[in-house]
């Protein structure tokens, strides 16, 4: 099959060569096109290769003409067929005097160089060898090896990014429109430095959407979005009752035009008008202005957010601007400081604030400009200190605390930390894993690998994550062997267990009542039986009345008197050292355990408080250094609350050399 551009003026002539599109922008049918085209395989018409490279270049040559245009032409051949040579002096011409680079891919050779492999013939070596002649008389031309080629492409490259400036406008210090003598003016463009890499963007897509045309049966999948302000059903549901069902419906459509704007002030919602929106705008016009400078310590890195810009000189003056940036520059370096400015990208545009940093390149000098927060932006929180604990009454614990880490456990995450180190592994070992230069993101790069086969294939699954990005999401094995043993050391040392997920939460609830029977008793039952055990007289109401349950902050002192006058309660001094935040509850416990101690031996009631003292040593068990209420057993036995013995007692069966050596009677059901 013949179907090209010379063919068509000169029949009989270039046969077998196939134009498969005109030279356009590519759509997506040229591109499936290319990828479904069958592969033609004929003993008998051969096409001459030379041939479809000079097809390529009558393409090029009637429609660039002479307009400015990167022309390229890249050949992929097998070296097999026989090649006419004889016009290569003429298309070398032609090649050059058009600007048109040549690259030949060359299929089937293992040395690119020598132009031979272990499976080509003659006549692919000879085709080889003439190539190369060919490309050395081309000023842009490239003779390369398809399988090298390929696998290139394959790898994963940064984008270049074509330099255009996003800001153009000036830097100044001073004010150079009332103090022009006293003030600088420079001229800057702003290129963007670093900035996130974005996901590519996704419009809507229908699969309803009306015909481009009468004439065709292609669909646009367009989708045109429109917006409908409806009242609240509050509104109208009174309404609704009355009848006019279809006038109502009208009604429930608001123009747009109607419709202000509300803000939020705590519960109310305060209406701002368009006209008064407007007026409390801040007018900005665009430029960069140096507000002072500062030690660049001051400015913490935390600060620093969004992308980073250089700062170059600009058209305006373009001498003075470079000599007046570098100056700055080297000024800043010497200094050690940074220049805080406010810039302003568009007319009328909220003002940024940030720093100009100075930055020294081969044969550049120049800032970088990056945004840094407002005082409204910067959140300061307050974190428990990992080498040090801070009690509520001031005091520092540093050691021999539940909450710090002992020796043994620094010693063990420091060599886990070793362990780890990507030094230890060779430069092959690595496989370019830590190397920010070659790390790319994965989930970019499966997108864009997925638009590009849905492309070709509207059916193609999803492609699978890339080797070389699954090794980056994995540690090396060879860390991973190494650090091992150190892992079972951090857990036997820090003591970490598995949390069972699929154990059941344990439910809190009042002694005796099952779940089945919570809150189902019926309204009636309940107001009978209040009613029932209502008292008889004023006497009883008001005893009822002092009955406390509870420790306020008010008069703790007298409450915990009336609890412990009231026998039926439960007693809230362990309540308060296990729920207590550090040493917050101590002092108070103390003091109630005092009092308790002396009230129990007054009513010979001392061996509930005995037990009450078994319990609270299970608690703060100051057989273990590590304990979290060790503090707590330090402070029972700094104010001597003890066992209350029977010298002190009549009923306590305790002696004072039992009260001495109280460690030997913790009670194993408070244990348990």
């Keep these: 099959e013949t179907d090209n551009i010379i063919a068509a003026m000169q029949p009989g002539e270039y046969e077998h060569v196939t134009d ?39 393409n090029i040559r009637s429609h660039c003409r002479q307009l400015k245009y990167e022309k390229r032409i890249q050949l992929i051949t097998t070296l097999d067929g026989m090649i006419d040579w004889r016009d290569i002096p003429e298309v070398q011409n032609q090649l050059n005097n058009q600007n048109i680079s040549l690259t030949v891919f060359c299929v089937g050779l293992d040395d690119i ?11 692919q070596e000879t085709n080889a060898e003439r190539w190369k002649e060919f490309i050395s008389g081309i000023e842009s031309g490239n003779l390369l090896d398809f399988e ?34 006293t003030s600088l003016k420079i001229s800057i463009n702003m290129y963007i430095h670093s900035s996130p890499a974005k996901v590519p963007s996704a419009k809507k897509w229908s699969t309803l959407s009306n015909t481009l045309g009468t004439q065709s049966d292609e669909r646009s999948h367009a989708v045109i979005t429109e917006k409908t ?18 006038a109502l419906e009208i ?43 500062y030690r660049r310590d001051c400015v913490p890195r935390y600060y620093m957010r969004g992308n980073t810009y250089f700062v170059l000189a600009g058209s305006s003056n373009p001498r003075f601007a470079g000599r007046a940036i570098s100056a700055l520059a080297h000024a800043l370096r010497r200094n050690d400081a940074v220049a805080l400015v406010r810039h302003v990208t568009r007319d009328n545009v909220p003002p940024k604030i940030g720093i100009l940093i100075p930055f020294f390149a081969e044969d550049v000098d120049c800032l970088r400009f ?45 060599n886990f930390i070793d362990s780890m180190d990507l030094g230890i592994l060779g430069k092959d070992e690595n496989g370019g894993y830590p190397d920010p230069e070659n790390t790319f993101n994965p989930y970019i790069w499966r997108l864009n690998r997925a638009i590009i086969m849905r492309l070709y294939n509207p059916d193609a699954p999803l492609p699978n994550l890339d080797p070389m990005l699954q090794k980056q999401l994995e540690p090396p094995p060879k860390l991973v062997e190494n650090s091992k043993h150190h892992v079972e050391t951090l857990k036997r040392v820090l003591d970490i267990k598995k949390v069972d997920r ?29 009613r029932s055990e209502a008292p008889d007289d004023v006497g009883q109401l008001l005893k009822n009345s002092k009955r406390i349950r509870e420790i306020s902050a008010v008069d703790p002192v007298g409450d915990f008197k009336n609890m412990i006058s009231n026998t039926e309660e439960d007693l809230m001094i362990v309540n308060l050292v296990t729920t207590s935040f550090g040493d917050q509850y101590y002092s108070r416990s103390i003091d109630y355990l005092k009092l308790l101690r002396e009230t129990a031996a007054k ?39 003890t066992l209350i013995t029977n010298k002190e007692a009549s009923d306590s069966g305790r002696t004072p050399e039992d009260a001495e050596d109280v460690s030997i009677y913790i009670s194993r059901d408070f244990c348990n």
Excluded at 229 to 246: F, H, I
């Design 113 to 123: 160089n020598s132009g031979k492999s272990e499976q080509s013939t003659s006549l």
């Design 148 to 181: 090298v080629a390929r696998k290139e492409m394959q790898g994963f490259t940064k984008d270049e990014v074509l330099s255009s400036a996003s800001f153009r406008g000036y830097l100044t210090l001073g004010d150079p429109v009332y103090f022009p003598e």
């Design 20 to 58: 498969l599109c005109k030279i356009e922008l590519p759509t997506v049918q040229t591109l499936r096109k290319l990828a479904n085209a069958p592969l033609m395989e004929s003993n008998q018409h051969v096409a001459d290769v030379f041939d479809a490279l000079i097809v390529a270049m009558e």
């Design 502 to 530: 699929t154990k059941k939460r344990t439910r809190y609830e009042a002694p005796g009542v099952a779940e089945a029977d919570i809150h189902k008793q019926p309204v009636e039952d309940i107001i009978n039986m209040s």
């Design 603 to 641: 009513e010979n009631e001392s061996e509930p408080f005995n037990n009450l003292m078994f319990q609270l040593k299970a608690i703060c068990d100051p057989s273990n250094p590590q304990s979290r209420r060790l503090d707590f057993w330090k402070l029972l036995k700094d104010n001597q609350i």
């Design 251 to 293: 009604e429930k459509v608001v123009d747009e035009s109607s419709i202000e704007k509300a803000y939020k002030l705590g519960a109310t919602l305060v209406t701002v008008f368009k006209e008064v929106e407007d007026f409390l705008k801040i007018r900005t016009t665009p430029g960069m202005a140096i507000i002072g400078f």
């Design 370 to 414: 990056v945004q840094i927060a407002y005082a409204d932006d910067v959140r300061h929180f307050k974190f428990t200190s990992l080498d040090k604990v801070m009690k509520v009454s001031g005091k520092e614990v540093v050691k021999d605390h539940p909450l710090l880490p002992s020796s043994e456990a620094l010693d063990a995450m420091g």
């Design 229 to 246: 302000y409806r009242l609240k059903p509050s509104a109208y549901e009174d309404a609704d009752e009355a009848g006019d069902a279809a």
